[in-house]
């Protein structure tokens, strides 16, 4: 987890600075037209960017990645009790082990993956899959602490989560058949969820930002 939390750190004070750029330059304009009232509210947005307290940025990171860790688990647990329930002779047992190898060392190589200027990448899909919810903990739209809480004890039960950790959160083992029945060891292999996902898209990021605040 150590290396996923370099890189969330160095996306997120990335983003923080792109941020920060393009509110100068809003600043710039809105000085130049006169209007001394937006150029203010700016000022006050980059000051708060410019101002968000380390510790904050780390907690977010944090429950961020746990989270994230929680989901994948899951999903690597469906998966698991689903390969159980099939049979398989020796020669399938091991095309499944060095399908699942071969799959667990790309995500090795992905975490890997630097820049020419040997710098983190910057552009989340290069990091596998990415994220596209918020979680009730770390949502800077919900107004109370108690709300959040209240929605972080329920978050796997929201009815718009269409994901399979969700659905195996709330209805228990109830796998569907027919996606594993008729798969071999190697598209099983293949496909198993072996990705760690943990990169925010960019919007999620910036919500994210918006909590440390």
């Not at 975490?111 to 979680?135: A, C, M, W």
């Not at 029945?181 to 943990?198: I, Q, S, V, Y």
Request: proline content about 4%; hydrophobic content about 40%.
């Amino acid at each position: 987890m150590i290396i996923r939390r370099k890189i969330m750190m160095f996306n997120f004070v990335y983003e923080i600075n792109q941020q920060v750029e393009y509110l100068e330059k809003k600043k710039k304009k809105a000085k130049a037209k006169g209007n001394k009232a937006k150029a203010k509210d700016c000022e006050k947005e980059i000051s708060v960017l410019k101002n968000i307290p380390e510790d904050n940025i780390a907690a977010v990171i944090d429950k961020w990645l746990t989270y994230t860790k929680s989901e994948n688990l899951t999903m690597y647990q469906i998966w698991r009790l689903s390969l159980m329930q099939k049979k398989w002779n020796p020669l399938e047992q091991n095309a499944l082990k060095i399908c699942l190898r071969m799959m667990r060392g790309k995500d090795l190589e992905v975490l890997q993956s630097r820049t020419k200027s040997n710098d983190f990448h910057t552009d989340e899909g290069k990091y596998g899959p990415v994220f596209h919810q918020i979680y009730p903990l770390l949502d800077p739209n919900i107004a109370t602490a108690g709300e959040r809480l209240e929605k972080h004890r329920n978050w796997h039960k929201n009815p718009n989560e269409k994901s399979l950790a969700s659905a195996f959160l709330t209805q228990g083992v109830e796998l569907d058949e027919n996606t594993f029945a008729n798969m071999t060891a190697e598209d099983l292999g293949l496909k198993a969820p072996t990705f760690f996902k943990f990169m925010p898209s960019k919007e999620i990021l910036r919500l994210l930002i918006k909590r440390a605040t």
